[in-house]
């Protein structure tokens, strides 16, 4: 090894220095240790040198030697662990205060259950009370205690799902809470039974093997179709606003008269549009006054009480309310369809 000068020294750190600063990785650092003080590094092998060189020089030069080995050395260790440190916070993950947090999806009501606590909030507003009945019934009362006589041909008005090996079905409308209600209470009585239903029916864009219906009814002393009418007006009021209401005569083996109602289209006003297939008006709901043989069934003498009902069907409301057109897309819980509600 040849002798170096002081200033040769200085060179050699200066050059280190800049080699320790540009390198990158702890293994590259170890390199340099080797190359500068390792046991046959620069620096060691010329502070073996020392004795070949004159005695004068020799504390000087040693003196040089050695606080470039011992700079060196620490300066490769101190960049050693900055490195390490760096790495491992990288391997840890690097958590950044300053990002901001990760959104997660927050549910909300799916819209027929809001339409439902709608109707519901406006009729309890009038005083009806919520009960509720079994989704899985017995023929008696979906069917017998509502004045559907076994084999009667209104009964295929409800296509109705059966239970395999039982005598179970599954509820073919809300009307099976009447004959649930009047028997363990008497009147009078103001009720609304929302829930769900089921038809054996072809699934289309109209309709579905299942939706929602509200049963209403009202049972004492003095109960009238007019009754059943201002109630039924103010429900579409406060639901929809300004709107037109008519009954047309119908059919329910349970009431007697029986009708329909309809208000005036919410789309065209009455004017006539797609939504209401060009007549002006939309069926919402069935009615009637109960049939004096549904409250023979249940104990009610009919010469003392009198009561309406109504059931109306929740899916077909919402679907007029938001102009829905299949049926469908309530129950296909597509996150693209439900999140716009
Ligand atoms: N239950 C009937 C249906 O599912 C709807 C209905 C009509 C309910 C007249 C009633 C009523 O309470 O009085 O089609």
Redesign the pocket.
Known sequence: MALLSEGEIGQLVLAAEKEIESASTPEELSTLKIKYVGRSGILTLALRGLKDISPEDRPKVGQALNSAKVSLEEKIDARTSELEAAARKTARGFFDHTLPGTPYFLGHPHPLVQVNREIVRIFNFMGFETATGPEIETDYYNFEALNFPKDHPARDM?DTFYLQDSELLLR????PV?ARVFEKRKPPIKILAPGR?YRHEAINARSYYTFL?I?G?YVDADVSFADLKGVLHAFVSAFYGDVKTRFRPSF?P??EP?AEMDISCTICGGKGCSVCKYEGWLEIL???MIHPQVFRNVGYDPEVWRGY???LGVDRIAMQKYRIDDIRLFYENDLRFLEQF
Do not use: D, I, L, N
């Open positions: 409800w073919t409308h809300t009307s009447q239903v219906q049963e009814f329910f349970f009431t029986s069935g009615c009637g009902a109504f059931g």
